[in-house]
């Protein structure tokens, strides 16, 4: 027999649980760390990567950034990190790439490279968002040098739906815009943003990362700032489930005494 007391936990019991879905299903869909104050916590990294706070003095914004840089591989002593950058198959492979996936939009043969990348849970038409500035020592357009494609270096980032192939999209490279740059590089794109929805819910996993193309004689950075994910879904307030469910249980209530009268 339902009594007021039981009706009463039973209703209270329901706002918690579907409060603690609620909450965990937001905390889910999220990107973690995306402003990188917190070091390279929630990303796996590759190559030559670190979180800068200082050194790099680039228009990206105040606090840390992710900087990937293609700095010589094993053989030659310099890194910014103390970790060398990595052949292309092992950052294809990092990515979740086919293997010549980076070949394939490469004006030349991509040496090496470097990335960092987080898997994450999305819902459809939720939107992701990040800004980005590419450096370089390669020659781009001056009033002295013109890019070359046998040595364009790019940026890029990745995106894998769940265990489907990884899609690729290039941000900029050596004919991008650039001005000089106030970092360790010659030359240095503006910041920029991009951001796109996403077509399915599920798990996605986002990467950027940083290529050598034709040599290693020249080094270029990505700088990752502000990944972010706005859901489609927005969270109801606890204060209206609590609200929702305390109407349930007045109307409840208003329909036993109604019972009773008759």
Do not use: C
């Not at 228009?59 to 103390?82: C, H, I, K, Q």
């Not at 010549?100 to 987080?118: F, R, Y």
Request: charged share 15%; no cysteine.
């Amino acid at each position: 027999m339902l009594t007021f007391k039981s009706v009463q936990n039973s209703a209270v019991a329901s706002a918690i649980g579907l409060l603690s879905l609620l909450n965990a299903h937001s905390s889910q869909a999220a990107v973690i760390n995306g402003d990188f104050e917190d070091g390279f916590r929630g990303y796996t990294t590759i190559g030559d990567t670190f979180v800068n706070t200082d050194s790099f003095k680039s228009n990206l914004g105040e606090g840390a950034t992710a900087v990937m840089s293609n700095t010589p591989g094993a053989e030659v002593d310099f890194t910014f990190s103390g970790n060398p950058s990595v052949a292309t198959a092992n950052l294809e492979i990092f990515l979740g790439l086919t293997i010549g996936s980076l070949n394939a939009i490469a004006t030349s043969n991509v040496i090496e490279g470097s990335a960092i990348k987080q898997t994450f849970y999305g819902n459809a038409n939720d939107i992701l968002s990040f800004d980005f500035q590419f450096l370089t020592d390669e020659d781009v357009s001056s009033d002295f040098n013109s890019p070359r494609l046998g040595f364009n270096d790019f940026s890029f980032y990745t995106l894998q739906f769940s265990n489907s192939p990884s899609n690729i999209f290039q941000l900029a490279d050596t004919f991008s815009n650039f001005n000089d740059s106030r970092t360790p590089f010659i030359s240095e794109t503006n910041a920029q943003n991009r951001s796109f929805s996403l077509a399915e819910t599920g798990y996605y996993t986002i990467g950027f990362g940083v290529v050598d193309v034709g040599d290693e004689s020249f080094d270029s950075s990505l700088l990752v700032d502000n990944v972010g994910l706005v859901s489609s879904e927005p969270v109801p307030e606890p204060a209206s489930l609590l609200g929702l469910t305390a109407f349930s249980f007045g109307a409840f209530m208003k329909r036993r005494h109604w019972k009773k009268a008759k």
